[in-house]
């Protein structure tokens, strides 16, 4: 990995974005996490929202991607969960079951992308993108 950094003219991971994926599906965890890392961006996979609030990486992490309903705590419970904590950090929300309300709760709570499985990569790319770029855009999908 260092020479990667050093070629990118970085030194050290904590100059790159921290893109954290939420997901009780292994396989979705697997695909997003390969598909961030081949942006060159750091990603860190959970199985669940709570292991994600335990994590250390909480609090370094520059965008969430989480799936709607896991068991426990959904992904829209722990974006509620964060807000209500002044933690602004942009969510990109993947479900298999879109549910108008649902859709209109992450949104209006401030979510930037809200896709439906199977979505192309394409698509949650520029999701991504908009969400680090940090200018409060949002894109519905």
């Not at 939420?22 to 081949?38: G, K, P």
């Not at 896991?70 to 974006?79: A, H, R, T, Y």
């Not at 964060?82 to 649902?102: C, M, S």
């Not at 949650?124 to 519905?140: H, N, P, Y």
Request: glycine residues 6%; aromatic residues 8%; hydrophobic residues 45%.
């Amino acid at each position: 990995m260092a020479l990667w950094l050093r070629r990118l003219g970085k030194t050290t991971l904590s100059n790159f974005p921290v893109v954290s994926i939420i997901d009780d599906d292994a396989s979705i965890r697997t695909a997003t996490c390969n598909l961030v890392r081949s942006l060159e961006y750091v990603a860190y996979a959970f199985a669940s929202a709570e292991e994600f609030l335990r994590s250390s990486h909480l609090k370094e992490t520059s965008c969430v991607i989480a799936d709607v309903q896991m068991p426990s705590m959904s992904g829209i419970d722990l974006q509620d969960h964060l807000r209500a904590l002044g933690n602004r950090v942009p969510f990109i929300f993947i479900t298999a079951i879109a549910a108008e309300p649902i859709r209109e709760r992450a949104l209006s709570a401030g979510a930037i992308c809200f896709l439906t499985k199977p979505f192309d990569g394409e698509t949650l790319i520029r999701c991504v993108e908009t969400a680090l770029k940090g200018d409060g855009a949002q894109a519905g999908q």
